[in-house]
């Protein structure tokens, strides 16, 4: 049984304890850690063992109470006289092999540990200089296990130490020292250093005002010894989470790292808009606001019931699945902590929520600080797994019949607010159909089925690849493997609109009108009716169409007509045989797959990505019809606000969008608070949202409760030369201009071949990607709805590469290379 360990090899916390664990790892890491060694908690056992001595609390039938310190300082002495009463076993001193001079630091079994760090619990005793030096150091760091004020914090607490390592260590002199907080308390995108001239002893104790500093997490770093914020990162990056770093510097200026913890109190919340900016690109109203927040919380439990999540789970997440958005800047944000705190109710709730962050393209966050095994007993456990097994395989037998089934639900829906009958509808009428929309907003469950299976499938099958083929990136591999789907109903209003403008009707009247609005009154009226079944059919597709304030196709049917122009210049292959090649290439990267694979994981790579595939098609299947029921409920809405106006209640019919729905209710019912004020409410909403900024970060971290700064974020980056880089979405490599497009409306402008350079795409961006050459995307992931498109019709495209709107100039001419995700600017 070894009782000295070098600190290097003493990396086991339950032999070493945590402070000298930790500071092990950090030696490791080649950080400038003093060296030394450990005292293990084992010669801890085997002199309590001689001297007959046990820790106060080791005795089930005691009567300390952490509001006696009478009885706790009795019981504190009794402990340390057994402890001296015993001399230290001359083996041990004789291990420890003294560097004087140096200290012996107290390093518990359960020290440092979240949610109980123990900080000032437990003595360290230096400098020790002597061989008696040492014994007395060890004896004194040993009694303080049981000390008066250790006593009454484990009490208070309800924590107990599973015992006692020492470190002794080579003592550095100080020439200055102090703490380094990784994550600033109160503005977590920031550092906070505390630091004093000598030893830091009055500065952990209290004892006297630190000077301090603040410095950013990246750029100028004035007055920091060394680098002291490379080395704070370095260990919050190897310990997972933000540190509390206690550091020296020597009289020759070297700085010394003594202890690294895991920063006590409430950690800061992760947020990022990445996916969400797709779907909700601009400042997001009050009225959609409300839909957002009520629709995913009632898609997260709705999927946690369906799954057969225990409902005392459930409830004790509820407050993580009320906050699963926010809103920061005008822009609707995942929670990511919320999220992790949600996923953490479901066995393997680490692993789903890795899965998520991938697919949403979120950036990893700390695992929630309690998960499913921390609750319920074992057996109690395994039964649940087992149920939720069995429900999940139950649920997705049929997941093609479920989505089919939510379509009819929306098609019920379409058909029963189509525009027309919303003209002579009442007040009563439209409050009815607005609530019919919060009901199927409400009941998610189906549609975020087949969202969970593609989350699910797609990340399995990246991991497999990149385990199972780790010098093949996996990113461009995914995009072959995923290009070309047949099926994708985003397919069709490109495939529709193509054969619009093969019509020789609609050519000659868009040659003979060169506006566009006149060209639509001009249209014969066989073309018309053509016009008319495609605005039917996919003109409630277009950019912004989940917003509620973007008007669509269906609302200015003259601007499908200056895509059909774009169409009709175009005499290239058609849709369908794009596609076609595409699914060839996919066909082929599937072989040359299969061919690298171990035998063994063949058949299940070919399930996983048929899995995917299919999983794919049937969440485009969900989000078309997501689309036609937004765009309904901003028909219904519209009406409902000219009826308010009309009564004097809103000053203006499209004040609806700046109340929420539950406001809209009341004010409609009559059961508002405040029903005349509803139009000062509006009006102040209404120039609040106008102020919004252009631009926000897609992560923020903020301490709770905190909001980020409405300020945009920098000024006008200047063009970058060279090269910028993000994710390959689509493989291959084009050369063209480049066309800067803030919306889809603008799409005229696109030559063919063109590269394509947007802030973000969702599926109303389709009928555009067709023209484009190339396509470069600010935001996004993989499986963003313009990345499938992109795919589909072999577009080369680079995705997430951050401000490319503003770095690239209009008819710049660009390099982009799908396949390694970089930008080229000529």
Same mark, same amino acid.
């Given at each position: 049984?070894?009782?000295?360990?070098?600190?290097?090899?003493?990396?086991?916390?339950?032999?070493?304890?945590?402070?000298?664990?930790?500071?092990?790892?950090?030696?490791?890491?080649?950080?400038?850690?003093?060296?030394?060694?450990?005292?293990?908690?084992?010669?801890?056992?085997?002199?309590?063992?001689?001297?007959?001595?046990?820790?106060?609390?080791?005795?089930?039938?005691?009567?300390?109470?952490?509001?006696? *310190?009478?009885?706790?300082?009795?019981?504190?002495?009794?402990?340390?006289?057994?402890?001296?009463?015993?001399?230290?076993?001359?083996?041990?001193?004789?291990?420890?092999?003294?560097?004087?001079?140096?200290?012996?630091?107290?390093?518990?079994?359960?020290?440092?540990?979240?949610?109980?760090?123990?900080?000032?619990?437990?003595?360290?005793?230096?400098?020790?200089?002597?061989?008696?030096?040492?014994?007395?150091?060890?004896?004194?760091?040993?009694?303080?296990?049981?000390?008066?004020?250790?006593?009454?914090?484990?009490?208070?607490?309800?924590?107990?130490?599973?015992?006692?390592?020492?470190?002794?260590?080579?003592?550095?002199?100080?020439?200055?020292?102090?703490?380094?907080?990784?994550?600033?308390?109160?503005?977590?995108?920031?550092?906070?250093?505390?630091?004093?001239?000598?030893?830091?002893?009055?500065?952990?104790?209290?004892?006297?005002?630190?000077?301090?500093?603040?410095?950013?997490?990246?750029?100028?770093?004035?007055?920091?010894?060394?680098?002291?914020?490379?080395?704070?990162?370095?260990?919050?990056?190897?310990?997972?989470?933000?540190?509390?770093?206690?550091?020296?510097?020597?009289?020759?200026?070297?700085?010394?790292?003594?202890?690294?913890?895991?920063?006590?109190?409430?950690?800061?919340?992760?947020?990022? $808009?990445? $996916?969400?900016?797709? $779907?909700?690109?601009?400042?997001?109203?009050?009225?959609?606001?409300?839909?957002?927040?009520?629709?995913?919380?009632?898609?997260?439990?709705?999927?946690?019931?369906?799954?057969?999540?225990?409902?005392?789970?459930?409830?004790?997440?509820?407050?993580?699945?009320?906050?699963?958005?926010?809103?920061?800047?005008?822009?609707?944000?995942?929670?990511?902590?919320?999220?992790?705190?949600?996923?953490?109710?479901?066995?393997?709730?680490?692993?789903?929520?890795?899965?998520?962050?991938?697919?949403?393209?979120?950036?990893?966050?700390? *695992?929630?600080?309690?998960?499913?095994?921390?609750?319920?007993?074992?057996?109690?456990?395994?039964?649940?797994?087992?149920?939720?097994?069995?429900?999940?395989?139950?649920?997705?037998?049929?997941?093609?019949?479920?989505?089919?089934?939510?379509?009819?639900?929306?098609?019920?829906?379409?058909?029963?607010?189509?525009?027309?009958?919303?003209?002579?509808?009442?007040?009563?009428?439209?409050?009815?159909?607005?609530?019919?929309?919060?009901?199927?907003?409400?009941?998610?469950?189906?549609?975020?089925?087949?969202?969970?299976?593609?989350?699910?499938?797609?990340?399995?099958?990246?991991?497999?690849?990149?385990?199972?083929?780790?010098?093949?990136?996996?990113?461009?591999?995914?995009?072959?493997?995923?290009?070309?789907?047949?099926?994708?109903?985003?397919?069709?209003?490109?495939?529709?609109?193509?054969?619009?403008?093969?019509? *020789?009707?609609?050519?000659?009247?868009?040659?003979?009108?060169?506006?566009?609005?006149?060209?639509?009154?001009?249209?014969?009226?066989?073309?018309?009716?053509?016009?008319?079944?495609?605005?039917?059919?996919?003109?409630?597709?277009?950019?912004?169409?989940?917003?509620?304030?973007?008007?669509?196709?269906?609302?200015?049917?003259?601007?499908?007509?200056?895509?059909?122009?774009?169409?009709?210049?175009?005499?290239?292959?058609?849709?369908?045989?794009?596609?076609?090649?595409?699914?060839?290439?996919?066909?082929?990267?599937?072989?040359?797959?299969?061919?690298?694979?171990?035998?063994?994981?063949?058949?299940?790579?070919?399930?996983?990505?048929?899995?995917?595939?299919?999983?794919?098609?049937?969440?485009?299947?969900?989000?078309?019809?997501?689309?036609?029921?937004?765009?309904?409920?901003?028909?219904?809405?519209?009406?409902?606000?000219?009826?308010?106006?009309?009564?004097?209640?809103?000053?203006?019919?499209?004040?609806?969008?700046?109340?929420?729905?539950?406001?809209?209710?009341?004010?409609?019912?009559?059961?508002?608070?405040?029903?005349?004020?509803?139009?000062?409410?509006?009006?102040?909403?209404?120039?609040?949202?106008?102020?919004?900024?252009?631009?926000?970060?897609?992560?923020?971290?903020?301490? *709770?409760?905190?909001?980020?700064?409405?300020?945009?974020?920098?000024?006008?980056?200047?063009?970058?030369?060279?090269?910028?880089?993000?994710?390959?979405?689509?493989?291959?490599?084009?050369?063209?201009?480049?066309?800067?497009?803030?919306?889809?409306?603008?799409?005229?402008?696109?030559?063919?071949?063109?590269?394509?350079?947007?802030?973000?795409?969702?599926?109303?961006?389709?009928?555009?990607?067709?023209?484009?050459?190339?396509?470069?995307?600010?935001?996004?992931?993989?499986?963003?709805?313009?990345?499938?498109?992109?795919?589909?019709?072999?577009?080369?495209?680079?995705?997430?590469?951050?401000?490319?709107?503003?770095?690239?100039?209009?008819?710049?001419?660009?390099?982009?290379?799908?396949?390694?995700?970089?930008?080229?600017?000529?």
């Amino acid at each position: 049984m070894t009782l000295v360990l070098r600190l290097e090899d003493a990396l086991d916390p339950r032999v070493a304890g945590g402070k000298a664990a930790r500071l092990a790892r950090a030696r490791r890491l080649g950080l400038p850690v003093p060296d030394g060694v450990v005292v293990s908690a084992r010669a801890f056992e085997a002199h309590l063992a001689r001297a007959g001595a046990a820790p106060p609390l080791a005795r089930a039938d005691h009567d300390l109470r952490p509001d006696d *310190p009478d009885g706790l300082a009795r019981a504190a002495a009794a402990f340390a006289a057994r402890v001296a009463a015993v001399d230290v076993d001359p083996a041990l001193l004789d291990a420890v092999a003294l560097e004087a001079p140096a200290i012996a630091r107290s390093s518990g079994l359960g020290e440092d540990a979240p949610g109980c760090s123990f900080a000032g619990q437990l003595d360290s005793i230096g400098p020790v200089t002597t061989r008696a030096e040492l014994a007395r150091a060890l004896v004194a760091v040993w009694s303080s296990f049981a000390s008066a004020r250790a006593l009454a914090y484990q009490l208070a607490r309800g924590a107990r130490l599973g015992g006692l390592a020492v470190l002794v260590q080579r003592l550095v002199p100080a020439r200055r020292a102090g703490v380094l907080f990784t994550r600033h308390p109160a503005r977590p995108a920031t550092l906070l250093i505390e630091a004093v001239d000598g030893p830091a002893e009055d500065l952990v104790q209290g004892r006297v005002e630190p000077t301090r500093l603040e410095v950013g997490r990246d750029g100028p770093a004035d007055g920091l010894p060394g680098d002291l914020r490379g080395l704070g990162l370095r260990l919050e990056q190897a310990f997972g989470a933000p540190q509390d770093v206690e550091w020296v510097v020597d009289p020759a200026g070297a700085v010394h790292v003594v202890q690294s913890r895991d920063q006590t109190g409430a950690p800061p919340r992760r947020w990022t $808009n990445a $996916n969400l900016i797709e $779907n909700f690109p601009g400042p997001v109203t009050p009225l959609l606001a409300s839909v957002l927040t009520t629709g995913y919380e009632h898609l997260l439990r709705g999927l946690g019931r369906a799954f057969g999540v225990a409902p005392w789970r459930l409830e004790r997440v509820a407050p993580a699945l009320r906050r699963l958005v926010g809103f920061h800047g005008g822009r609707v944000y995942y929670d990511l902590t919320a999220v992790r705190e949600v996923l953490a109710a479901a066995p393997l709730g680490d692993d789903l929520a890795a899965l998520f962050e991938r697919y949403v393209g979120a950036p990893p966050t700390p *695992p929630a600080a309690r998960g499913w095994r921390d609750l319920g007993s074992r057996a109690g456990q395994a039964l649940e797994a087992l149920a939720i097994a069995a429900r999940v395989a139950w649920l997705y037998r049929d997941l093609g019949a479920r989505v089919a089934r939510f379509e009819a639900r929306v098609d019920a829906y379409a058909g029963a607010t189509a525009p027309p009958l919303l003209v002579a509808r009442g007040q009563a009428d439209l409050l009815a159909d607005l609530r019919g929309f919060v009901a199927l907003r409400t009941d998610w469950v189906d549609p975020g089925l087949a969202d969970v299976a593609a989350m699910v499938t797609s990340g399995l099958l990246a991991r497999l690849l990149e385990r199972a083929l780790p010098d093949r990136p996996s990113a461009p591999l995914m995009a072959r493997l995923l290009g070309g789907l047949e099926g994708l109903v985003s397919a069709g209003p490109v495939d529709g609109l193509w054969a619009l403008s093969r019509d *020789p009707a609609l050519r000659d009247a868009l040659d003979r009108e060169p506006d566009d609005r006149a060209a639509l009154a001009a249209l014969e009226r066989p073309t018309r009716r053509a016009v008319d079944a495609w605005l039917e059919a996919w003109g409630f597709r277009c950019s912004g169409e989940l917003t509620l304030t973007t008007p669509s196709f269906q609302d200015e049917p003259w601007r499908a007509l200056a895509l059909a122009r774009a169409y009709a210049r175009d005499d290239g292959g058609s849709p369908a045989a794009r596609a076609a090649a595409q699914a060839a290439d996919r066909r082929e990267a599937g072989a040359e797959v299969r061919a690298a694979l171990p035998r063994a994981l063949r058949s299940a790579f070919g399930r996983l990505l048929t899995a995917t595939q299919a999983s794919i098609a049937l969440r485009e299947r969900a989000r078309l019809k997501q689309a036609l029921l937004y765009s309904r409920l901003r028909r219904v809405v519209m009406a409902l606000g000219e009826r308010l106006a009309a009564r004097g209640l809103l000053e203006r019919p499209d004040d609806v969008w700046f109340l929420g729905w539950q406001e809209l209710e009341a004010l409609a019912l009559g059961g508002a608070l405040d029903p005349r004020g509803a139009r000062e409410v509006a009006a102040l909403r209404r120039r609040r949202h106008a102020a919004w900024p252009s631009r926000v970060p897609e992560v923020i971290e903020l301490a *709770p409760g905190d909001v980020h700064d409405d300020a945009a974020d920098g000024g006008e980056p200047a063009p970058a030369p060279g090269e910028l880089t993000g994710t390959g979405a689509a493989p291959g490599r084009v050369t063209a201009p480049a066309r800067v497009l803030e919306h889809v409306a603008e799409a005229g402008r696109l030559g063919r071949g063109d590269v394509l350079v947007v802030r973000q795409t969702d599926p109303g961006w389709a009928a555009a990607l067709f023209l484009a050459g190339g396509l470069v995307v600010e935001r996004g992931g993989l499986l963003s709805h313009g990345a499938i498109v992109a795919r589909e019709y072999g577009l080369p495209t680079v995705i997430g590469v951050r401000d490319a709107t503003r770095r690239i100039a209009e008819g710049q001419v660009v390099t982009v290379d799908g396949s390694a995700g970089r930008v080229r600017l000529a």
